[in-house]
């Protein structure tokens, strides 16, 4: 069976086309990240959602006209590999540009699921293009059961919300971590996530150019997937599975956190992700060292996730008196 969707995009159809197929414009509406292809027969991999990575081969491409690709879920049997394609085709039109998307080779259960789940993602490219900002995507049930590198997943598109757009001035402002701006922070997270890498068993990504959002991104990316590859495998002893959890994790999640303090932006990180977080175990004096966090900080039992999450983390939660910067 075949999902076939048309939308009127309005803007030209250059501009659609890199909507469809540019990793910084993709993450507003579709993905959290991704490796996209950029020529036929390249492989791309997107995290759509948190432990949820399409994965394909591109078939052709036309910029501004058309493009085809195979989509599988890495790690799921429903949809074998290269059974299933995705074209997209633009066409300028009194408005914009028609977008026709068929997704084609899914049996009857897999196009129903599919068809409501193009729906949404279309609706959230018609609002960025039309300049609106579509919100956080909605992971309804998908963190309660998700394994460590699914919550990485989660836990880097709350990070790159906070990072997106950040005026250049915000990277000189003073950060709840001790001595370091803004600018400090990400190079700090930067590292981080080179030596999760070095864990891992990948090289380093080169440092990435662009804005905040870009360079975590295409850092973090890689060391996402190396993670979620092996504990799939179950190559990681359990000591390394449980620091890499923890470490990971908590560097992007708290470090949005310190950005959002510092810069004055919403958080939005659902509550049960926090809880997740947490569950992840006890911050040993090793990964306190490595990630430059304090001693905890006491708050009631029955205050929220987040805040829990960042006090363990050596802060002191919004709503508490900060006696003295923490890192």
Known sequence: MNV????????DPEQTFALITEPERLRRWNIIAGRIAVEVG??????VAPGFHAVGRLLELEPGRRISWTQSWEGRDEVPEGSATVTITLE??????????????LDEEQAAGHAEGWDWYLQRLLAVASGKDPGPDHWDGLLQEADAAALADASLAVLLRVLRDLPP??????????DFDVAALLDHLAG?????GSELGIT??????????????????????AFTR??????????????????????LLVHAWDFATATGRPLDAPPELAERVLELGELTPELRAVAGFDDAVPVPPDAPALDRLVAHTGRVPRRWPDPSPRR
Not at 92 to 105: D, I, Q
């Open 4 to 11: 076939e969707k048309t939308v009127v995009v309005p803007l």
């Open 42 to 47: 390249g492989e791309s991999r997107m995290t």
């Open 92 to 105: 300028p039109v009194e408005g914009g540009t028609r977008l026709t998307l068929v997704h084609a080779g």
């Open 169 to 178: 001035e915000a990277l000189a402002r003073r950060t709840p971590c001790r």
């Open 192 to 196: 981080s996530l080179a030596a999760a």
């Open 204 to 225: 380093a990504a080169a440092e990435a150019a662009g804005t905040a959002e870009d360079r975590m991104a295409r850092l973090a990316q890689p060391v996402l997937e």
């Open 230 to 251: 092996r504990l799939r495998e179950g190559t990681l002893a359990p000591e390394q599975e449980k620091f890499l959890a923890g470490m990971i994790n908590n560097e």
